[in-house]
């Protein structure tokens, strides 16, 4: 079945860099989108959402850009820093009160 | 705090016993839900609830699973005659109903781990 995936599952940046995580989709009628971070033995955390009827949203060092015509989701974050090591994942879902559907995830390693 | 809480944080059972988990979801919220997930593994989908109308179960729920929210506010989810295959991080989320979509808000959720 359609479901979200993941292009790089880890990503190793030096501290003070821009990380870039990808997320591939398969399902074109998904019309909203989460990222959410992970950190070891807690829970996903919300990091920042964006419907499909925009291509970028900005929110505290971090941007998601979609890009409907090749279903892909990307999260960047400026200037990264120790504490943004965790595994993130992007969540699609359809349509209000439907499941979200998670890719596998993505960790993230920052080098000091 | 007025975060998603889940309780126990932890679980070890024998096979073969069974398991009841709880969650307090954000006290506005009226949608929780239930996410198994296993080690380098996003989030699987089990079930939601909607106030206290269960609305929605993932084919992964079998027969052995029951979730309830009896008043609308907190929920548990029980494990009958657990399996080896039942270890994993079950994750209660929960959102409140709006025009659109919602934000899912997670728990720190149970780690079970069967025997």
């Known amino acids: 079945g359609e479901s979200v995936g993941l292009h790089l599952p880890t990503l190793s940046v030096q501290e003070g860099d821009n990380s870039i995580i990808n997320c591939a989709y398969s399902n074109s009628a998904s019309d909203y989108f989460i990222w959410y971070k992970q950190e070891s033995g807690k829970g996903p955390q919300f990091i920042i959402d964006?419907?499909?009827?925009?291509d970028k949203r900005q929110g505290q060092r971090v941007t998601v850009l979609l890009n409907k015509t090749v279903k892909h989701l990307s999260l960047q974050i400026a200037a990264t820093q120790p504490g943004d090591s965790a595994v993130y994942f992007c969540?699609?879902?359809?349509?209000?009160?439907?499941?979200?559907?998670f890719g596998p995830g993505t960790r993230l390693s920052v080098l000091p | 705090d007025t975060g998603v809480s889940q309780d126990p944080r932890h679980k070890i059972t024998k096979r073969g016993q069974n398991v009841t988990f709880r969650c307090d979801p954000i006290?506005?919220?009226?949608?929780l839900y239930w996410y198994r997930q296993t080690l380098g593994q996003g989030p699987e989908f089990l079930t939601y609830f909607q106030n206290e109308a269960q609305l929605e179960k993932s084919r992964l729920l079998s027969d052995r699973f029951s979730a309830e929210r009896p008043k609308g506010s907190f929920s548990t989810l029980e494990i009958q005659r657990t399996e080896q295959g039942d270890s994993a991080m079950y994750l209660c989320?929960?959102?409140?109903?709006?025009?659109?979509?919602?934000?899912?808000?997670f728990g720190s959720g149970t780690q079970l781990s069967v025997l």
């Open positions: 964006i419907r499909s009827n925009m």
């Open positions: 006290s506005e919220h009226n949608r």
């Open positions: 969540a699609e879902n359809i349509r209000p009160g439907q499941n979200f559907v």
């Open positions: 989320a929960s959102s409140a109903q709006q025009t659109g979509h919602e934000k899912l808000f």
